[in-house]
């Protein structure tokens, strides 16, 4: 019936919040910070024991997806998500279900402890990232990784950032003064208007 809006609120205030909620949700659009990033709000909704309720994208909603952890949706599903939200209302044991399980997993797998561990077993026998032992196994010569390319794209990575900057601005500025140039204009239109259907 209503909303209360409550503004920031401390992290330290969260936990005490948590336990006034029935559901906590999260709602993404479909771009680059939801593909490759993640929702560290779930994860501390997770942990604290209350229901989620999400929009599919980040790897975290599709792990809350693959073990039963919350309610998830697509991503741009309005009715569904509404429609979610009424399920949730009227499924109270559901809810806890899922939210001790939730809770179960957060604090299995993303406890300090636990996202430390890659790194400590890393640091106990630490090696180069595969691509860059690959380098130096193609290339015995180079003394560092960053000198050698695997692939057209880092080639042209690397062939870049040998040209100072202020030289590419300055290349393509002139190319863009040239394109606007209007004999090159009339040129191009006179390229396509000719241009036959083979081409």
Known sequence: ????????????????????????LNMDALNYETLFG??????????????????????LSEIIREYQLGYTVKVGDVQGYADMILHAARNTAERRTLAAKARQYALTHFSEQAVA??????IQNPSRAPDNEEKIHRFPNIKNPLEAALSPLELELKTLSEIPLEELLAAHRDL???????????????????????Q
Request: aromatic fraction near 8%.
């Open 1 to 24: 019936d209503r909303c209360l809006l409550l503004g920031w609120i401390e992290a330290k205030d969260l936990p005490a919040l948590y336990r006034e909620c029935d559901l906590g």
């Open 38 to 59: 993640t929702r560290t709000r779930l994860v501390n909704m997770m942990a604290a024991g209350l229901p989620i309720l999400t929009t599919l994208g980040t790897e």
């Open 117 to 122: 561990r890659p790194l400590l077993r890393w």
């Open 176 to 198: 863009r003064i040239i394109r606007n140039k209007p004999l090159v204009r009339i040129y191009r239109s006179l390229k396509r208007w000719f241009r036959t259907p083979e």
